[in-house]
């Protein structure tokens, strides 16, 4: 589709993705299933991506400095300052990830799905290795081809429910523009054969219109339930804003609606409620950090709401989460970095030290939800040290 | 010999236990009854486990100790005695006669034949022995002792001593005390009619109470039968609250002395006799009061002044029948009738069981089931004896040692015609008779090591560390050889006990922490005004104990980089660290208990973040924090997530706290049995330091240090060797090791235990409101079809789950909760998971995936979860059979197995 060639700055400004600055000369022949000639050609490849990298980088920092005139510098994102522990965890975990992912791009073994797979690959693409060249490459695209394959062509519906919806949808908003899709597909005739970009803007329609069957304006697990919390919630509406920050047409409207659903459930203390109020304010690290980042990445910095759930957080720097940890760990990092890079880089020393002391020796961590989802919440929630998957962005 | 016998006494006690267990574990396994491993207590106080080894020399008895490679060769004049731990329940000595011979030795057997030179005697455990009869004092029938209640007293074991511990000792199996105002009470079953053989002796001049049929507390004293010394009298004595009766046994002279009486107990009617030895009524005491409860069934002799010691005492049942007055001078037969008759034992006829007598000219037989006792004649022969042999059948043989061999000890005994070899395994004790410990020519430092089970006193002579044996070779004083001590061993070598440390006077500085605030008081420089500072004092603690003077260079991620003069060696890992001391702290200041236990109390927002180090100031402040780096100048500590930039003069000490000690492994890797054995040397001024011991030579010992490298010590610079595992024993008990975080006790409603501090007991499942009231009706489909309507299950107790597909923690709970409830279906129990809103289609793959047979009921509308307030899944309800909510879980998790089997048992009342 020739609407996702182009990509909508959140400046309202457009530039073309990545993978249109590819020389023609590097693209692969149409049909061909083409990923060990991508890596048999990795070498030659590196050099070229991190040209291309360093050409994007001044291209994004000229357009946005024309149009705000205030922009990251490349550095910031290139993750140069990484701690040693941090990278040396996050490629064991990578690495963990690569041997447990099946030939069809899934994790199995637990719970599985589009929001499960959504979350490897989203660690593969934060990691600053080449997604379309580098030595992931092919799990990048084995998830990618997985996510799309599960989703409803009719509904744009990914998966089991809208916990996987939500996390899928923004796994392929981060692929999108970075991953070259003109050959994530095998040649010939197929069914969801969808690219990147079409698939996100499915999933896009899949979740507003849930959303607007939803009295409540946010979601719960089911796609029809009529009844919400802030949990599922969470997980679909990051999505929809990394949509939106992609260049796919998310409605103000429904951002808005979510975000009153989300003021709705935020008490003045900071704390933040599970489901309609049902199970009243409790002490949910996980929750707070969600509505946090929600109201951090939508631009909502002005709501007392967001300077409560951030004012509590910062207050708890070394609170250990009561359960969920992992899961608590992806957000708080997601919601610290987006609200207080000093707070972060304090809270950020903690859990590196706690996940030195609990990565395995074969690079995974285990968790309530089983070793593939705790592998990669806790990649993810190192991930922010890098600074490259566009959700991060400040 | 009164210090080193309590010694003695105390040091059997504490390792009876132990000796049993090493005794069965490495030395019995092939035949735990045969028990040879024992206790052999020296004659200047010392005493080591170990067993007997052969030997073929007369002057000596090999010991092997099991902490030594080598046996041990004790002077038999350097050894006070051998105990050997008695089997379970009295011990049983079998034989048709008991025989006493005239040095006092006891055994039992059967009489084979009998002559006017000898008797041929059948001992069970021995073997037939030829006895000269000018060495057969008595002969009695003994009947396989079946009428026996007690015989000994075999030591002290069995007995209790009171006030205090230690003022009894054992000798030859007699009990001895020369303290006074000390009892000691056995409980031997004194039958309620009992006959009773007792004999005492002294040394000075006895003054002492021997109260019969007692319990063990000592305020009975009164009620009891008593014999006790009046002045210049033995008296017996029976009291009751409205009447005494006494009658005066003998005069008591001064000097030593002995007494042999018989007593006779009629617990129930109020009678006490008492018998000399010949036979002399001297004591029929009686009272007619009715007696009350009895008692007890035990002895307590009482040491008022002087010294007694309780040579024998023999209770049996009693049939009634009192003793008659004999003549002690002439031979006699004491028949079964009572009669006596005198003369000379001529012979028994084994072939009639009939012993022939001969007086005044005339012979008689007399059967042998006739006769009760036989009692000869014979001159006192004292002998030559080195050892007295108890057994554990109660027999007693003494003689001199010629070897051992074959797991037999071999002695010549007086009047016994063959060398007697008595089985190892059937030895009580050995008490030894000879007094003259040979004098050895020593060097070398001398010292005491201590091991488990083990004190002796002697010296370490040099060594090589090898495969089996380190190079600690100890030369103990007494044997004729030294023995290496084994890898492994954990225990210590003393020279010189160390000196307690003098008390601390506290003082407040609360004053001046007002003024500056704690930060402001922490890094501020002393003030002149400063309580007086303790002497300099640099040093390197580490966890291991070992104590090293040092200058602190720098603290990096790594590590501490310092120097020493001890060695060249400059840095050290963290997780070796326990502390150091930079400058001198004020040590007068004191922390007290309660400020102590709040520093060292870790919160539970910083459980999985703890604090790594503690930092003294040296004007007595503490800060928790966790060093990133320090230099010359400056410390940079990590406080709550802040660094903080501290200046380095201002800190005294600081401490490691590391991870292990908040949470310690339970199981300890016995790493020791298999490396080289480690000593810590200890030096009077705290310097300690540990090396993997290599060699001992000229008094110096010389190994690597984990920490230092190779190292060599001065034997004569040390106080104290610790060995293996004590070292780590030790550290726990140093100042600085005692700074140890602990865990904030956890709220009663976080609380994953039962216990909440006694205030009452918290059951999982019943915190929910809606616990205990009638569980909601309810219709649903299920996914194979038909419907499941609750209130149709009366009788029943169900377990509903509400899951879905996508929820990690359903799926993990789901089939534990099936297989319990499986468990426990034949009582009744169904489980019932409830779906929410989800497809038929996807319910059942996940079903299948998950290999259950579960019935599913379709909660389309979230109706019954919304009724059941489940908002949050996995959520678990019991409903118990009259259809009430027994149990709410929510979260799953891996406790809640065990929450549903103790629900279950709650349900069905077991």
Redesign the interface.
């Known amino acids: 589709m020739n609407a996702f060639v182009t990509k909508q700055l959140r400046n309202g400004s457009q530039i073309t993705p990545l993978c249109n600055l590819f020389p023609k000369g590097r693209r692969q022949g149409e049909g061909e299933e083409s990923e060990e000639v991508i890596i048999e050609s990795f070498l030659i490849c590196t050099a070229s991506w991190i040209r291309l990298t360093i050409q994007l980088a001044c291209i994004l920092f000229a357009v946005s400095s024309a149009a705000t005139g205030v922009a990251q510098f490349p550095n910031a994102r290139q993750g140069e300052m990484v701690p040693r522990d941090v990278r040396e965890m996050y490629d064991r975990g990578m690495q963990y990830l690569a041997k447990t992912q099946t030939e069809s791009g899934e994790w199995t073994g ?2 599985q ?1 589009p929001g499960v797979t959504g979350m490897g690959l989203m660690v593969f693409l934060a990691s600053g290795e080449d997604p379309n060249f580098g030595r992931y490459s092919l799990h990048v695209r084995r998830a990618l081809r997985s996510i799309i394959s599960t989703q409803d062509a009719a509904t744009g519906y990914l998966g ?2 809208m ?2 919806h939500g996390f899928g949808m923004l796994a392929l908003a981060e692929a999108y523009g970075a991953v070259d899709d003109r050959n994530l597909w095998p040649a010939g005739e197929g069914k969801n054969k969808r690219s990147i970009g079409e698939a996100l803007e499915l999933a896009v329609r899949a979740a507003i219109t849930s959303q607007n069957k939803n009295p409540l304006g946010a979601w719960r ?2 796609p ?2 009529t ?1 919400a919390d802030t949990s599922v919630s969470g997980a679909v509406l990051v999505g929809l804003l990394a949509a939106r920050n992609a260049g796919i047409e998310v409605p103000d409207a429904s951002i808005d609606k979510a975000i009153s659903y989300y003021t709705s459930m935020t008490s003045d203390s900071g704390q933040v409620a ?3 109020g ?2 009243g304010f409790d002490e949910s690290l996980a929750r707070i950090s969600i509505a946090s980042l929600v109201y951090s990445v939508a631009r909502r910095k002005d709501l007392p709401q967001y300077k409560a759930t951030l004012n509590y957080l910062v207050q ?5 989460p ?2 969920w940890q992992e899961y608590t760990y992806y957000y708080q990092a997601q919601a610290l970095f987006q609200g207080d890079v000093a707070a972060w880089e ?2 950020n ?2 859990l590196v ?2 996940l030195k002391k609990s990565q395995q020796k074969d690079g995974s961590f285990t968790s ?3 070793t593939n ?1 705790g592998t990669s919440l806790c990649l993810l929630a190192l991930a922010v040290n890098y600074r490259i998957l566009p959700i991060y962005e400040r | 010999m009164k210090g080193r016998s309590v010694m003695q006494s105390t040091a059997f006690q504490c390792i009876l236990t132990l000796l049993i267990l090493v005794g069965t574990r490495a030395y019995g396994e092939s035949n735990p009854a045969a028990i040879t491993v024992g206790v052999m207590h020296l004659a200047h106080g010392d005493f080591v486990t170990g067993e007997l080894k052969d030997c073929d020399q007369s002057d000596r008895l090999r010991w092997q100790s099991p902490a030594f490679t080598t046996p041990f060769e004790f002077a038999l004049g350097s050894i006070h005695s051998i105990r050997f731990p008695n089997r379970e329940g009295l011990p049983k000595s079998m034989g048709d006669f008991c025989f006493e011979l005239a040095g006092g030795d006891l055994l039992f057997g059967s009489l084979i034949g009998l002559d006017t030179h000898e008797a041929e005697i059948d001992l069970p455990p021995l073997g037939k022995i030829h006895l000269l009869r000018d060495h057969l004092r008595r002969l009695s029938r003994w009947r396989d002792g079946d009428s026996l209640i007690f015989l000994g007293p075999n030591g002290l074991a069995g007995w209790d001593e009171s006030p205090h511990q230690g003022a009894w000792r054992e000798e030859a199996g007699h009990i001895v005390t020369d303290v006074a105002g000390t009892s000691i009470h056995g409980r031997l079953g004194i039958p309620a009619r009992a006959a009773m053989e007792l004999e005492f002796s002294w040394t000075k001049k006895p003054n002492f109470i021997l109260a019969l049929g007692v319990d063990d507390t000592a305020s009975n004293l009164e009620d009891a039968f008593r014999l006790e010394v009046w002045g210049q009298d033995l008296v017996a004595v029976l009291e009751t609250d409205g009447e005494a009766d006494l009658a005066a046994l003998q005069k008591i002279e001064v000097g030593p002395g002995r007494i042999h009486l018989r007593a006779y107990l009629d617990i129930e009617h109020n009678r006490f006799l008492v018998f000399s030895e010949a036979g002399k009524q001297l004591a029929d005491l009686y009272s007619s009061e009715k007696p009350g409860q009895p008692l007890g069934s035990g002895i307590r002799l009482m040491n008022q002044q002087g010294d007694v010691r309780l040579e024998k005492i023999y209770i049996s049942r009693w049939n009634g029948v009192l003793p008659r007055e004999v003549q002690q001078a002439r031979s006699r037969i004491d028949r079964t009738d009572r009669s006596a008759l005198y003369g000379e034992i001529k012979e028994f006829d084994s072939a009639t069981k009939q012993f022939v007598l001969a007086a005044e000219a005339k012979q008689s037989r007399i059967a042998i089931d006739d006769i009760e006792t036989i009692a000869f004649v014979v001159p006192d022969h004292s002998g030559s004896r080195t050892l007295r042999a108890i057994l554990q059948n109660g027999a007693r043989l003494s003689g001199r040692l010629t070897k051992v061999d074959a797991g037999r000890l071999f002695l010549e005994c007086p009047g016994i015609t063959e060398r007697v070899g008595i089985p190892i395994s059937e030895l009580s004790a050995l008490s030894f008779l000879e007094s003259d410990e040979p004098i050895f020519s020593d060097s070398g430092r001398h010292g005491r090591v201590e091991l488990e089970g083990i004190r002796l006193n002697g010296y370490l002579v040099d060594g090589l560390s090898q495969d089996n044996a380190s190079c600690l070779v100890w030369q103990p004083r007494g044997s004729f050889v030294s023995s290496p001590i084994q890898h492994g061993v954990s225990g210590r070598i003393v020279y010189r006990e160390p000196v307690p440390p003098p008390p601390v006077r506290a003082v407040r500085i609360q004053q001046r922490r007002q003024q500056l605030g704690i930060f402001g008081l922490l890094f501020s420089p002393p003030t002149e005004n400063s309580p007086q500072m303790a002497p300099l004092q640099r040093s390197l603690h580490l966890r291991s104990g070992d104590t090293i003077p040092c200058e602190v260079k720098q603290i990096d991620e790594r590590g501490l980089y310092f120097k020493t003069p001890v060695s060249d060696t400059t840095f050290v890992s963290h997780d070796r660290i326990k502390a150091v001391e930079l400058a001198p702290s004020n040590r007068s200041i004191k922390i007290n208990k309660e400020e102590r236990a709040r520093l060292l109390t870790l919160p539970r927002i910083q459980k999985d973040n703890p604090p790594t180090h503690l930092i003294r100031s040296a004007n007595g402040d503490c800060l928790r924090c966790r060093i990133i780096a320090m230099d010359d100048q400056t410390c940079t500590a990590e406080v709550r997530l802040d660094n903080k930039q501290l200046r380095r003069d201002c800190i005294a000490w600081i401490v490691w706290l590391h991870d292990d000690e908040l949470d310690p492994v339970k199981s300890q890797d016995p790493s020791d049995q298999a490396s080289p054995t480690r000593v810590q040397a200890v030096r009077s001024n705290g310097i300690r330091l540990t090396l993997v011991t290599e060699q001992l030579a000229g008094s110096i010992l010389s190994g690597t240090s984990p920490v230092l490298g190779a190292c060599r010590i001065g034997l004569e610079e040390v106080d104290q060797l610790l060995i293996g595992g004590a070292i780590d024993q030790a550290a726990t008990e140093l100042a600085a090791h005692q700074w140890k975080l602990h865990h904030a006790r956890p709220p009663r409603f976080v609380s994953t235990d039962n216990t909440d501090g006694g205030h009452g007991h918290h059951i999982p499942g019943t915190e929910s409101a809606l616990v205990g009231h009638p569980a909601p009706d309810f219709q649903l489909d299920l996914l194979d079809g038909g419907t499941f309507k609750l209130s149709d299950c009366k009788g029943t107790v169900i377990v509903l789950d509400f899951w879905t597909t996508w929820c990690g923690p359903c799926i993990q709970s789901m089939p534990a909760i099936d297989r319990i409830v499986r468990e426990y279906e034949d009582r009744g129990v169904r489980f019932i998971a409830v779906n929410l809103q989800e497809t038929p289609e996807l319910i059942a793959s996940t079903l299948k995936r998950l290999n259950l047979e579960t019935t599913v009921a379709l909660d389309q509308e979230g109706i019954v979860a919304e009724k059941y307030g489940a908002t949050a899944i996995p959520h678990t309800v019991i409903i118990d059979s009259d259809g009430t909510i027994a149990r709410l879980y929510i979260g799953g998790g891996p406790q809640l197995g065990d929450h549903l089997r103790d629900a279950f048992r709650d349900i069905f009342g077991k």
Do not use: T, V
């Open positions: 637990g719970e799905g089991n429910s916990y996987h697990y089911s029809e339930s009844d599970y489901s309609g049902l199970s708890r720097l070394e609170m250990p009561q359960q304090k809270w020393k903690r030290r706690q309530q939800h089983g989802i």
